[in-house]
């Protein structure tokens, strides 16, 4: 039987205070589309993280070092991470 891959999402946004101005211009074009209840919009971003199936080692920890040194900037981001 074969082992199956460990996957990992990684869930990055910016910190609160930080200026958005993506978010912004997202939340500007809803309310031209008429949905002007939102009142704020935050972007980040997504990365799905495929592990083979041999990895013994926690994933999550290492998904937590990948996030901290390569994929989010600590200075204005913040992550989270979920096994899948």
């Not at 990992?8 to 008429?34: E, F």
């Not at 209840?37 to 994933?59: A, H, I, M, Q, W």
């Amino acid at each position: 039987m074969s082992q199956k891959s460990k996957k990992v999402v990684c869930h990055i946004s910016l910190k609160d205070g930080v200026l958005d101005p993506q978010g912004v211009t997202i939340r500007n074009a809803l309310a031209q589309l008429g949905f002007d209840d939102v009142v704020e919009v935050r972007s980040g971003k997504v990365f799905e993280l495929t592990f083979k199936p041999e990895v013994t080692n926690d994933v999550r920890a290492k998904s937590e070092e990948i996030c901290r040194r390569v994929l989010a900037n600590p200075v204005i981001e913040t992550f989270g991470v979920e096994e899948s």
